[in-house]
């Protein structure tokens, strides 16, 4: 019983990470990453479509990405929705190749950049919470209808204890990463 709850904790806390890491490969460093354009939708036929399955999307060298659309006439909805979205991004088209240059990042930028990297570890270590919070809660119930002792329920709500401390250390690891990337010029 015991093993099946720290299993889903430490499920909960994987999920936690992964999402961590998902949302920070979405705030721009200044460098070209294709992950950035992971949430723009482009109008395929009537259907907002990722862009990633409508064309390939790549580094072609530090500060560039490289869109070729699968279909020549998606070239236009596709600058469109990059223009469109929030990232302040803009393309130029060469033929049947989108090249969008990633613009340097000011200063004011770097630390807007981490504010939102900060608000994002934040969510990560609620998220991490409440899966301790979750445990903790069935471990009381089990001791309250006495399908565990007192004292391994306290041992069971230590260990949880422990996982929580080691993902909530990751969280800050990655934080810490992520400042440290922002902040190079």
């Known amino acids: 019983m015991i093993e099946e709850i720290k299993q889903e904790t430490i499920t909960h806390n994987q999920k936690a990470l992964s999402a961590l890491d998902d ?3 979405k705030i721009r460093t200044g460098r070209a990453n294709p992950a950035i354009l992971d949430n723009v939708m482009v109008d395929y036929y009537g259907t907002p479509t990722p862009i990633k399955q409508v064309a390939n999307v790549g580094i072609e060298d530090n500060r560039t ?3 070729v659309p699968w279909e020549q006439n998606l070239v236009p909805a596709i600058e469109k929705a990059i223009m469109k979205s929030d990232l302040g991004l803009n393309p130029a088209t060469a033929g049947n190749n989108i090249r969008i240059a990633m613009p340097m990042l000011t200063e004011e930028t ?4 981490i504010k939102v990297a900060r608000a994002e570890a934040e969510k990560a270590r609620v998220s991490v919470r409440n899966g301790r919070r979750d445990a903790n809660s069935s471990i009381k119930d089990l001791v309250k209808e006495k399908e565990l002792s007192e004292d391994d329920g306290k041992r069971a709500e230590e260990e949880i204890q422990k996982l929580t401390d080691a993902s909530i250390a990751d969280v800050e690891k990655n934080l810490q990463e992520k400042e440290a990337e922002l902040m190079k010029v």
């Open 23 to 25: 949302a920070f490969n």
């Open 65 to 67: 990405l490289s869109v």
């Open 110 to 113: 770097r630390k807007d950049m």
